[in-house]
């Protein structure tokens, strides 16, 4: 019925958009990976892999799973003829989470494995921290990220809020970013500011904020005991 593997990629293009999907074809994801098709129904993002062979589909669902993480897609398939999906395939699509399209030999479009639907990334923060510090000197905080979301977080920043007691130099290391963080991983990273020359010994607020091009902002006051320069 097909004659390669391109032939077999528009026919099931063809039959998606057929079916009322919104299209897309070679679709960037994540930093290095490219979606053969990206269909869109109800406002559900399905990322399709389409494979040929037997092999190409259980290597392709071996990859999806990480796709699955990326925020560009709700849900990922990989798509091949029906008489390749093995046992084998319709077993670790349902280890893996991601889900099946398979096509008859008729051309019928069938789902035989539903792909899993990921928890959206969730950052909180944490760390630790020497609470008294010197006016003129470094206030430095051992921030940790955490992700405990299942997808994975982008363009992730982490800062410290330059007000009160606190300022940050253009060259100082108050802000810092990262540009993924994985599902159920975290981020150890070290941030400092300067204490102002001028302030008053007592106890100062700051506010560490981390957020995400997919995430809720999260912030965090901590509170530094500020002492003069002759302790």
């Not at 069938?110 to 639907?117: A, E, I, L, N, Q």
């Not at 003129?136 to 007000?163: I, P, R």
């Not at 159920?184 to 100062?204: E, F, I, M, Q, Y």
Request: hydrophobic share 40%; proline share 4%; net charge positive.
């Amino acid at each position: 019925m097909f004659r390669n593997e391109r032939e077999f990629t528009d026919f099931v293009a063809t039959t998606l958009t057929e079916a009322g999907y919104s299209l897309q074809r070679e679709v960037p994801v994540g930093a290095r990976y490219r979606l053969d098709l990206l269909a869109a129904k109800d406002g559900v993002r399905r990322g399709i892999e389409v494979k040929f062979t037997s092999r190409g589909i259980l290597d392709d669902l071996t990859k999806s799973r990480a796709l699955l993480r990326l925020p560009e897609v709700d849900e990922m398939y990989v798509c091949g003829p029906k008489v390749f999906v093995s046992e084998d395939a319709l077993a670790l699509a349902k280890s893996l989470g991601v889900g099946l399209l398979a096509v008859s030999d008729s051309g019928a479009l069938t789902w035989p494995v539903k792909s899993k639907v990921l928890d959206p990334a969730r950052l909180s923060l944490g760390g630790n921290y020497t609470g008294v510090v010197l006016a003129g000197g470094d206030a430095v905080y051992n921030a940790t990220v955490f992700n405990n979301g299942q997808k994975t977080a982008v363009n992730v920043e982490v800062s410290m809020l330059q007000a009160g007691a606190f300022s940050a130099p253009k060259k100082s290391k108050s802000r810092a970013r990262r540009a993924a963080i994985e599902g159920s991983d975290k981020w150890d990273v070290t941030l400092a500011c300067k204490v102002k020359n001028t302030t008053r010994p007592g106890k100062h607020p700051l506010m560490v904020t981390v957020k995400a091009d997919n995430a809720p902002r999260e912030d965090s006051t901590i509170q530094y005991e500020v002492r003069g320069k002759n302790g």
